[in-house]
């Protein structure tokens, strides 16, 4: 699969297809359709989908296997869309079919891919050497590629914008239909990992503790530091939760960032929680392999509990069961029940 590539500075759009007709078509559709981020694991199309040396799909309804891809490959967060099953890592994305594990399409990128943003039937996916590219859903075709400084994170939708960042501490708005630049601010340090759409902004972290929202036109909405880098947040209604790398887990308001409540859990929380919204209620896995369970809007700590094996992903809320964890023990993958609050 070839794509010329745009460089930073250059002619942004003149790759590949970039129809008027076409072009319109697809900003429309990003506009109105609510973007797939990837999760560990994935919830869709009948499947409970994690990802961990490999990809196995479950069915959601009993947990029983339904197919499995990429064994002992490093893959990371899936992302299920319209039928497609998506996840990056170390030998590129991959496309497979939800219903059976069919194998679609390959991006082998250049080093490590990571897992895209979906919407309007596009995947938006960056690799470690710059690449920011948007492909077909359904056949893996380039629409557009950008090559940024440095390697940036797959963008959160924000009122019609790609809003990414990365290596090179800019943050930048694209324009989905083909990758133009709209606008680039300095975050001023690397960013921990992928920016995330919460309250109609884009909510992203730096290794230097700051905390940023930028509004769809670019304005800096709010900025907050933290002592520690935070990973990206998880949004839980109206609060933002951020994993630290000091094992802290700390709650700020989507609206003006304030700060809420912190929670010290354990080890290192890199995987972001998981919020269930009926029971207010949000899940994770620390770095020493327990899971967490909170109340996420006081902040109370309500179960913690040892995960058998190497805890995969955060929690998941099955309706019936309460909170389940995933984890891989001589290779196999199962399933635990969190105890009740």
């Known amino acids: 699969m070839r794509c010329s590539a745009v460089a930073e500075g250059g002619a942004p759009g003149t790759p590949i ?14 506009g109105v359709q609510a973007a797939q981020r990837p999760a560990n694991p994935a919830v869709g199309a009948g499947l409970v989908c994690i990802s961990g040396a490999g990809l196995v799909c479950l069915d ?11 064994e002992g490959a490093h893959t990371l967060e899936p992302v299920i869309a319209d039928g497609v099953v998506l996840v990056g890592g170390g030998a590129g994305l991959h496309a497979f079919a939800a219903a059976d594990g069919r194998p679609l399409w390959q991006w082998r990128g250049q080093g ?3 897992s895209p943003m979906v919407a309007g039937g596009t ?3 960056a690799d470690r050497h710059g690449r920011l590219r948007a492909l077909d859903l359904a056949t893996g075709a380039p629409r557009w590629q950008r090559r940024l400084d440095g390697w940036s994170y797959p963008p959160a939708l924000v009122g019609g914008r790609l809003v990414t960042g990365g290596q090179a501490g800019v943050v930048r708005a694209l324009d989905p239909a083909d990758g133009r630049t709209l606008w680039r601010r300095d975050a001023g340090q690397e960013l921990v990992y992928r920016p995330v759409a919460a309250g ?5 972290t730096t290794f230097a503790g700051r905390v940023l929202a930028y509004e769809p036109d670019g304005t800096l909405a709010w900025a907050a530091r933290d002592p520690v880098p935070s990973f990206s947040p998880a949004v839980a209604g109206p609060l933002l939760l951020f994993g630290g790398m000091d094992g802290h887990l700390r709650a700020r ?10 929670l010290v859990a354990a080890g290192q929380l890199a995987v972001p929680a998981r919020y269930h919204a009926a029971s207010a209620q949000a899940a994770l896995i620390d770095g020493d392999d327990r899971a967490l369970v909170v109340d996420a809007p006081a902040g109370r700590l309500l179960v913690r509990q040892s995960v058998p094996g190497r805890g995969l992903g ?5 309706s019936g069961t309460g909170w389940i964890v995933f984890s891989r023990h001589d290779g196999t993958i199962a399933h635990h029940r969190v105890s009740e609050p």
């Open 17 to 30: 297809a970039r129809a008027g007709l076409a072009a319109l078509l697809l900003a429309l559709a990003v």
């Open 60 to 70: 959601a309804a009993d947990l029983s296997p339904r197919w499995r891809a990429l």
């Open 112 to 114: 490590l891919v990571f």
């Open 123 to 125: 995947a938006y996916a």
């Open 200 to 204: 109609g902004r884009a909510v992203l």
């Open 253 to 262: 308001r989507v609206d003006d960032g304030a700060a809420a409540w912190e």
């Open 314 to 318: 955060s929690p998941v809320y099955r």
